[in-house]
């Protein structure tokens, strides 16, 4: 596939310079899904999304920052899907019962697992990657924290407080069922998983009140 036409001089319209930048896009995240960062060069990127190592470079000044706008792509899908999921639950209970459900969809997709393990596997050599990838799990606990603070229940909890509690729903809901998604044990059916995000909405509230209760 030829790069879109200049327009204006030899420049790319907006519309075609979106286009070029979402194929490279493409084809990067499929390239560092299949082969890992390490294995994954610019020429190659440059090669398979048919655009000059020129235009590549003026997108991108290197891998890591290529790598970082395939992160920052995927994180806005995974918003997207995980807005979606949430409606306006008139309990905490019922909220976090919706964020869990999103939680899960989105960390348990083919795409997020995939990052994942590359992530995990190259994370030693290139930190970079960790430090990208970082930014979803930001997203998430800022969410929780803004649903925190504005419930009845745990709404007096100082910010500290806050964060950490936020911090540790997210890992109650992801962390067994991304593992065994992952292969190390054996994976939840749905009706599994709808069972463990309703378990650990109760375990993460019970323990939060009392969280509470030594807050004070």
Excluded: N
Excluded at 184 to 208: I, K, N, Y
């Amino acid at each position: 596939m030829p790069e879109a036409p200049a327009r204006h001089g030899g420049r790319p319209s907006r519309s075609e310079s979106e286009k070029i930048e979402g194929r490279i896009l493409e084809i990067a995240t499929a390239l560092f899904f299949r082969h890992g960062f390490a294995a994954t060069s610019m020429e190659q990127v440059a090669a398979a999304a048919h655009v000059s190592k020129r235009t590549l470079y003026a997108r991108f000044h290197d891998k890591a920052a290529l790598f970082r706008g395939v992160v920052d792509c995927r994180i806005g899908l995974w918003r997207a899907a995980f807005a979606a999921r949430i409606g306006r639950s008139q309990t905490l209970a019922a909220s976090l019962k919706e964020a869990a459900e999103g939680i899960l969809q989105v960390a348990l997709a083919p795409d997020a697992l995939a990052l994942h393990r590359m992530v995990i596997a190259e994370a030693e050599r290139f930190p970079e990657l960790a430090h990208a990838l970082s930014a979803a799990g930001g997203y998430g606990i800022e969410w929780l924290v803004d649903l925190l603070r504005r419930s009845p229940e745990l709404g007096t909890l100082p910010p500290d407080a806050l964060a950490f509690a936020a911090e540790q729903f997210l890992m109650l809901v992801v962390s067994a069922p991304r593992r065994r998604a992952l292969g190390l044990g054996r994976p939840f059916d749905e009706a599994g998983l709808a069972a463990w995000a309703e378990q650990s909405v109760s375990l993460f509230l019970d323990g939060a009140q009392r969280l509470g209760v030594a807050s004070k």
